[in-house]
């Protein structure tokens, strides 16, 4: 079974920068992609970002390009989410998730190992 542990959430304020990191227990093979999610309370979860392991290909939702990005470390099997630009409405509990299928998706359903999540809070 897949352990993902993400870690770097916190408080900041708006226009802080964070660093999200999120640690796999295995090797992630090539044409997996590793995702972010967030969902924030009262709300459903949604997309954030997807890295594709094979040429870190990037995909990410309209309410984040530019701001974040994702990156990956594939001797770690560690992947990233810079968030600079933060606004409060980027405050959530934000995820990590892996997918195994061949394709992209931005749907959480089809992500079949999360990690535990990490608070991000930005203040205004």
């Known amino acids: 079974q897949v352990q993902l542990v993400e870690s770097g959430g916190g408080l900041v304020q708006a226009g802080d920068s964070l660093r999200l990191s999120c640690a796999a227990s295995?090797?992630?093979?090539?044409?997996?992609?590793l995702g972010w999610f967030r969902q924030a309370p009262g709300k459903e979860r949604e997309f954030v970002a997807a890295i594709r392991w094979l040429d870190s290909t990037t995909f990410y939702s309209d309410s984040v390009k530019g701001r974040f990005t994702i990156s990956r470390d594939n001797a770690k099997n560690t992947v990233y989410l810079q968030m600079n630009s933060l606004k409060p409405d980027d405050t959530a509990v934000y995820s990590c998730a892996l997918w195994r299928g061949g394709r992209p998706s931005f749907e959480p359903k089809n992500y079949d190992s999360w990690g535990q999540g990490t608070q991000v809070t930005v203040s205004s």
């Open positions: 295995i090797h992630i093979a090539s044409f997996w992609f």
